[in-house]
């Protein structure tokens, strides 16, 4: 568990510095880091219609950033593109409201439109105005062409919505 924690830091940072590089820089290669990727929300939109323990695509547009063996075909959708099977650890940091109060909300990653119960976080929002935030980290191996998506529920036996205000997610093998 401690490598694998070193191990995310050490990806974080170096995706932050090449995020950060100037075109022209020469001495960031993408040989430290195989296959990884990113996205962040940059318009927020409620994910609606959401009952009790029914897991739904996370809502809003997405932008992707730092691509490498991966695409971005679809909001709040990675999808791997390189050859052999690996292991990847996703490092999501997620703020978001909910129509209701003193909801739960529930957040997994998604591979191949499934949501994954290991991957679950969740917390809870006293009012509806209240902005939770919260961290999602998870490990999954990906083939070629599978993808990875951020789910979303809540609690409560009504139908409510959950906004994602800010999102960003990185994966790294």
Same mark, same amino acid.
């Given at each position: 568990m401690k490598n694998r924690i070193l191990r %995310?830091? &050490?990806?974080? &940072?170096?995706?932050?510095?090449?995020?950060?590089?100037?075109?022209?820089s020469t001495y960031i290669t993408s040989e430290a880091i195989l296959s990884y990727g990113g996205f962040y929300v940059s318009s927020a939109a409620a994910t609606g219609n959401i009952t009790a323990a029914t897991y739904l695509i996370l809502g809003g547009t997405t932008t992707a950033f730092a691509l490498n063996h991966f695409t971005h075909t679809s909001p709040n959708r990675l999808t791997y593109t390189g050859t052999s099977t690996k292991v990847f650890d996703i490092v999501c940091s997620i703020s978001f409201t909910s129509s209701q109060s003193n909801e739960i909300a529930r957040f997994?990653?998604?591979k191949n439109g499934t949501a994954d119960a290991t991957s679950e976080v969740g917390r809870k929002l006293g009012t509806g105005s209240d902005l939770g935030a919260l961290a999602l980290v998870h490990e999954i191996s990906l083939a070629t062409n599978d993808w990875i998506? %951020?789910?979303?529920? &809540?609690?409560?036996?009504?139908?409510d919505t959950i906004t994602a205000d800010k999102m960003v997610c990185l994966i790294v093998e």
């Open positions: %995310i830091v &050490l990806s974080v &940072l170096f995706i932050g510095a090449l995020i950060a590089a100037p075109a022209s997994r990653v998604a998506e %951020i789910f979303t529920t &809540l609690d409560a036996s009504t139908t």
